[in-house]
């Protein structure tokens, strides 16, 4: 299919291919139980996961694919998937997943390098639509994701994704895994949404505090904290955080202390800081 579709994988959107099967069924036993679940797929490519995912008893599989060669072979997929493969030809950060999604669905994917943390955070947004998602970054990502305080990895990522989920490393797979292989080692990690966010917070106000905290992370937090519009010292005082603190000491709960705070100070936030 890949020769008949000419399908060559282009840098530019961030693919690497992945076709050993005997991986790619590996990263389907990660996500758990599919059974009449909806699986969202993005970056399909040429279908290599696609295929091990309508091989399960999952009723309906979305495949969002913007190469167009790519949207072809899946086209042929689909025609032969008893209606349970729908192929969407659009950018996966531009879509609308409510639009797709009926109800809930889980995430599996191989995600294109150059876009994975934004889809995160994108998805992050809409923890009850999305409430497990099984993905691929390369190992220094997922290292961030994982990573507990009062390590060099820890950072806001850590802080993010361990707020509203449970997060798990599974395992590595080495450049050679894909076509063409990648300069780096690649790792699958499984996101389990929490029943409750591990403490409360406004997520946009919890964004900014840990934006602006690891943005000078070698500062004290009395310094690094001054770019948010508030009085840092009524802040760290009203959360009940040492000034002298550094970022990177701090709890998931410290920072979600943080941003209850800030939010009080100045009011609910309505944009994220990037």
Known sequence: MIARHGIRATKSLGQHFLLDRNLIQKIVREAGALENSTVLEIGAGPGGLTRELLATSARTVIAVERDRRCIAALNELAQ??????????????????????????????NLPYNIATELFFKWQERPRLLRGLTLMFQKEVAERFTASPRSKAYGRLSVMAQWRYEVRRAFDLPPEAFVPPPKVTSTVIQFTLRAEPLAAADPIALRQVVAAAFGQRRKMLRGSLRSLPCDTGALLDDAGIIGEARAEELEISDFCALARSFANLVGKPTKPLH
């Open 80 to 109: 032969v998937s008893s209606g349970r493969l729908v192929v969407v030809e659009a950018d996966a950060l531009k879509i609308d997943e409510a639009k797709l999604i009926s109800g809930s669905a889980k995430v599996v994917a």
